[in-house]
């Protein structure tokens, strides 16, 4: 069992950054593959990233290729997404996954999500 919290997300203006972290709980963190998925108002979810267990595969959506960064920390249980120049098209609800297969595209666990606004 595996459980994920969140944190980080707020408002920010375009152009601006966050960091999101993602902190889990269980025994078994660095087995699983981490990903970040977003759903934004009246959309589905979508994926965004996921790296590997030993970080040494990473996967990214073209929509945030070369702005966002995916990592992780096993001996901390936390994987971290860096979002570097946001533009409001990247409002949404970021939730954060752990699948037990790659690419973490059906995670077996997921956070309860946290809300990045970007204003114009």
């Known amino acids: 069992q595996v459980q994920l919290v969140e944190s980080g997300g707020g408002v920010v203006q375009a152009g601006g950054s966050l960091r999101l972290s993602c902190a889990a709980s269980?025994?078994?963190?660095?087995?699983?593959?981490m990903g970040w998925f977003r759903q934004a108002p009246g959309k589905e979810r979508e994926f965004a990233a996921g790296?590997?267990?030993?970080?040494?595969?990473?996967l990214y959506a073209d929509s945030v290729k070369g702005r966002f960064t995916l990592s992780r920390d096993n001996a901390k249980k936390t994987a971290y997404l860096q979002m570097n120049g946001l533009n409001p098209e990247d409002t949404a609800v970021y939730y954060c996954?752990?699948?037990?297969?790659?690419?973490?595209?059906?995670?077996?666990?997921w956070g309860q999500g946290t809300q990045v606004t970007v204003s114009s």
């Open positions: 996954a752990a699948d037990n297969s790659w690419p973490p595209r059906s995670p077996d666990y």
């Open positions: 269980g025994r078994t963190f660095s087995h699983y593959a």
């Open positions: 790296i590997s267990w030993i970080s040494g595969w990473s």
